[in-house]
């Protein structure tokens, strides 16, 4: 079982639809859990972070832990075509001196006007 | 501003040579990263560097090296042993603290002929 697992998509919206992106994760040692958003061709941009279990919004966005689960997702309200990108996922534990972050694979996400 | 300078932006190479990219950095930044990505494969941890004049394998670092002479430089070369470096990288920095988030460079695509 790869440590952490993203649906590859590709996941194609309407503008305006919520939009669902989701990852598991089999450590039970992660702490700390991240969103990127990648544009084509672009580096990664952090979009949202969370430590531990929880929600955390920040305007349209809302991400989510359940710890208990090992599941992670991300919410988008009323989605526009701009959000059209690549999420990756990304987490960490907290041990030591070992800050590597393990990222999933990506969900090609494309908000159709 | 702040932020990630990577170049090139796009480097053709013929097989059997090395290629060095570039990575800067001006956010004051402890740690430096290289990933690599490959469609359908995610982000693979390449080196990465928590201070100056020392780095540490990651997960694919075959083929590859770096060095960390500053704390705002940290250079990657492929070499002629890396056996399939087309690819696009991807330089990061964070803060070494706890948190751990990661900030991204706009990439170097590497193209082998």
């Known amino acids: 079982q790869k440590e952490v697992e993203q649906d590859p998509g590709p996941l194609s919206v309407p503008e305006g639809a919520i939009v669902s992106l989701n990852c598991t994760y089999s450590n039970s040692a992660f702490q700390y859990f991240m969103w990127y958003r990648q544009y084509s061709r672009k580096g990664p941009e952090l979009l949202m972070y969370?430590?531990?279990?929880g929600n955390k919004e920040d305007g349209r966005f809302t991400a989510q832990v359940d710890k208990s689960s090992k599941y992670i997702s991300l919410f988008i309200r009323d989605s526009q075509p701009s959000d059209s990108a690549t999420y990756l996922c990304a987490m960490r534990d907290s041990g030591g001196s070992n800050y590597k972050l393990t990222f999933g694979k990506g969900t090609l996400l494309t908000v159709n006007p | 501003d702040g932020g990630i300078t990577q170049s090139p932006k796009y480097l053709f190479r013929k097989e059997g040579q090395n290629v060095t990219l570039s990575c800067e950095q001006n956010l004051n930044h402890d740690a430096m990263y290289w990933y690599r990505q490959d469609p359908g494969q995610g982000l693979r941890l390449i080196y990465y560097?928590?201070?100056?004049?020392?780095?540490q394998k990651g997960d694919i670092a075959e083929g590859y090296s770096v060095s960390r002479e500053k704390k705002e430089s940290f250079p990657l070369t492929v070499t002629s042993a890396q056996k399939n470096p087309t690819a696009f990288y991807l330089c990061a920095s964070s803060i070494h603290r706890e948190r751990g988030e990661l900030f991204f460079g706009e990439g170097s695509r590497l193209t082998v002929l």
């Open positions: 560097s928590q201070i100056v004049n020392d780095f």
């Open positions: 969370t430590y531990s279990s």
